[in-house]
């Protein structure tokens, strides 16, 4: 007989998904069971669990299954259907690289000290940015006919109204394109665009939540994303009812579906600026369960750009050095693949200069390209 163990990274290989186990949970498939319950191996020290199948649909009637046990309300893992239907939805392409468009002099800066920027949500190029998602959010929640019949979501539309949610979350991000050669990013940020691996997880691991995703502009997307949130939320809720009818505390909290809307919503962005295809890191930090775990928030620097102090911090202030040990931890190296050099008058010259200081700073294996598009004087 098969044996079925909780195994975090398998991932099935026609469907995907997330690995709970070394199985999957969509109904008849060769790689899964028919059964409903399973009950799964474990390390010796931990006593065995068992597994029920947990069924989703969006709104187009796209499935997702997942197993769960029944230690958590199902909201707990709710982000799990919604990244799958989110993905539909966004139709976004799987990027091996996002690319971060400088100067010479940024550039240096990041290579030399080993340090990505994040700048704080609020102060982004585009002021409405931060406020604009909470605008779609809180216009989905305008109709009846998602909040009829949920207690949660009437919760959550009575919090939104009394209180700024953002003002409880430090929130920082920084920016890439998926366009590894692109003149107006060129033209915009300076002549270097470094080439990074798509993982938010190759910059190491820290203290809050980091995000990896593209930015979307579509202003129906935008709203499907919300809604589908919102539907799935209703779904948990039949799911939960029998936990809810004994103890309305089950309901899923006000501020964790916060946290995940200020998530989605801060790849939103007006659709003026499409042009950019960017994708983005966003790192969020809940200040009360920081507090309440007692863990440092990121520290907070400032920097002048643009008449303005505008606050910020990086990849080693954000760092969470592992727990128990007496040595010092850094960050790991940056996860840079490839540079691309603009078209300027001494293209040529930089990509040069751009190869010695890698080679000096321990990037043995990243390509140095210049740009197609020619230089016009």
């Not at 692109?182 to 910059?203: D, H, I, K, M, T």
């Not at 190491?204 to 939320?233: A, C, M, N, S, W």
């Not at 010259?349 to 700073?361: C, D, F, K, P």
Request: charged share 25%; proline share 5%.
């Amino acid at each position: 007989m098969k044996k079925y163990y909780q195994s975090i990274g398998w991932s099935c290989p026609v469907h995907g998904g997330f690995g709970n186990l070394n199985l999957c949970a969509w109904p008849n498939c060769d790689h899964g069971i028919q059964e409903d319950f399973v009950e799964a191996g474990t390390p010796p020290s931990m006593e065995a669990k068992v597994f029920h199948r947990v069924s989703w649909h969006d709104l187009n009637g796209n499935e997702y299954h997942d197993w769960q046990t029944n230690k958590l309300p199902t909201w707990f893992q709710m982000g799990r259907p919604f990244g799958y239907f989110a993905d539909k939805i966004k139709e976004s392409v799987k990027l091996d690289q996002m690319f971060h468009y400088t100067s010479a002099d940024g550039a240096l800066a990041i290579l030399q000290s080993g340090r990505m920027r994040f700048t704080d949500y609020a102060y982004l190029n585009d002021m409405r940015e931060i406020t604009h998602g909470l605008d779609v959010i809180r216009s989905v929640l305008e109709d009846e006919t998602h909040t009829a019949g949920s207690p949660t979501l009437t919760k959550l539309k009575a919090h939104l109204e009394d209180v700024d949610p953002s003002s409880r979350y430090n929130i920082y991000t920084t920016s890439f394109s998926s366009d590894s050669d692109s003149l107006s990013q060129f033209r915009l940020y300076g002549p270097v665009a470094l080439g990074f691996e798509a993982n938010p997880n190759g910059f190491g691991f820290f203290k809050g939540d980091i995000r990896f995703d593209h930015v979307v502009y579509d202003p129906e997307k935008q709203v499907r994303l919300i809604q589908t949130f919102f539907d799935i939320l209703k779904q948990s809720e039949q799911k939960d009812v029998a936990w809810i009818k004994s103890d309305e505390s089950k309901l899923a909290p006000a501020d964790y579906l916060t946290s995940h809307l200020l998530q989605i919503a801060s790849f939103f962005k007006h659709r003026a600026f499409s042009d950019e295809r960017e994708v983005r890191l966003v790192y969020s930090e809940l200040l009360e369960n920081m507090e309440n775990f007692r863990q440092e928030t990121a520290k907070r620097q400032f920097r002048a750009s643009g008449g303005l102090i505008v606050p910020f911090t990086d990849t080693f202030n954000m760092y969470d050095p592992a727990p128990f040990s007496d040595e010092e931890q850094l960050p790991p190296k940056l996860p840079l693949k490839s540079v691309v050099i603009g078209p300027v008058a001494q293209a040529e010259a930089l990509a040069n200069g751009m190869r010695n200081l890698l080679s000096a700073e321990g990037y043995h294996d990243v390509e140095v390209a210049l740009s197609e598009a020619p230089f016009r004087t």
